[in-house]
């Protein structure tokens, strides 16, 4: 009961999520926990170091984290919840994120963001009662907010290559700093990215169309 006592909810969504990725990645069916008066000292220190770390790393989103080692290491099956407190969890997501940010702009996971992107861009616009074309000059604390968004992975670079200022802006500011906001691998390709987009057979029109059908929903 003392551990009931001292469990926050943010620690149970941990560990169910967890549960949730364990169960899907091998296809069988899942179901959430509810009582926690029976959780184990070790698994109870374990939640504590996640939710720490979680909190330290606010951009990181705790589902994709716990999915990237199933992604990325297709045979293994298991991953102990105490896996996920290690440099090489760590090191799976970081490695899954450049994946799929260098993923064709018309892979159907990337098409996929590039939506959720756009809806992101929308909600964030009316949350801050800015319009469409003013989301790619807004500031968080003094930074670019769509910086803070691709470190977050809450937009798609191919989506804010739909902004004409979006390229300009990032070169204004200071390279170091970008390249440690947004990931080296990002800053540097972004020519990359363009071409790529520009490319498309698809992502380029779902982009442009996006942003018009935003602006006109605005």
Do not use: W
């Not at 926050?8 to 941990?14: G, L, P, R, V, W």
């Amino acid at each position: 009961m003392e551990i009931l006592q001292l469990i926050t909810e943010f620690e149970k969504h941990i560990y169910n999520t967890y549960l949730k990725t364990l169960r899907t990645s091998r296809k069988l069916p899942f179901k959430l926990r509810q009582d926690f008066s029976e959780l184990d000292a070790q698994l109870y220190n374990t939640l504590k170091k996640l939710s720490h770390f979680f909190k330290k790393h606010a951009h990181i989103k705790v589902e994709d984290f716990f999915k990237a080692p199933f992604s990325l290491y297709k045979d293994e099956t298991f991953f102990s919840l105490e896996f996920f407190y290690t440099l090489k969890a760590i090191k799976a997501y970081t490695l899954l994120n450049k994946k799929q940010t260098m993923q064709d702009p018309d892979n159907i996971e990337q098409l996929e963001f590039i939506k959720k992107s756009l809806i992101f861009i929308y909600n964030f616009c009316k949350t801050n009662h800015i319009s469409l074309d003013q989301y790619i000059f807004h500031k968080t604390n003094n930074e670019y907010s769509f910086m803070l968004h691709l470190q977050q992975h809450n937009v798609s670079v191919y989506a804010l290559l739909g902004f004409d200022n979006f390229e300009s802006l990032l070169k204004k500011q200071n390279c170091e700093i970008a390249k440690f906001v947004i990931g080296e691998d990002l800053y540097n390709n972004i020519p990359v990215f363009r071409t790529k987009l520009y490319n498309s057979n698809k992502a380029f029109n779902l982009v442009k169309l996006g942003i018009k059908k935003l602006e006109m929903k605005a």
